[in-house]
């Protein structure tokens, strides 16, 4: 059974970091794609960042400069670290594997931005 499970959200002022964390289980991590998304309030979901199997990194235009995407292939974690955080980034954010044997996602973690 694959699981992934977010962790790490929660309310933060603007200007401020956050990490997200996502456990895989249930894959051969290593050879998926990662990625994280996220959907605000009446949005699409829409792509944060992704990692390749190989590390080929990709970012959104609104979180260049301000978001890290990594992945730990001996842990099967993924991480997002989130710094300078804007309420625009209040949403929630969904882990995604992506592979030849199908697509993935985890149940999301609540990202919210306010002062």
């Known amino acids: 059974q694959v699981q992934l499970v977010e962790s790490g959200g929660g309310l933060v002022q603007p200007g401020g970091s956050l990490r997200l964390s996502c456990a895989a289980s249930?894959?051969?991590?290593?050879?998926?794609?990662m990625a994280w998304y996220r959907q605000a309030p009446g949005n699409k979901r829409e792509l944060a960042a992704s990692i390749t199997r190989g590390g080929t990194i990709n970012y959104a235009d609104a979180v260049k400069g301000r978001f890290t995407i990594s992945r730990d292939n001996t842990k099967d974690m993924l991480y997002l670290q989130m710094n300078t955080l804007k309420p625009e980034d209040t949403a929630v954010y969904y882990c995604?594997?992506?592979?030849?044997?199908?697509?993935?996602w985890g149940q999301g973690t609540q990202v919210t931005v306010s002062s």
């Open positions: 249930g894959i051969v991590f290593r050879v998926y794609s």
């Open positions: 995604n594997a992506n592979g030849f044997e199908g697509a993935y």
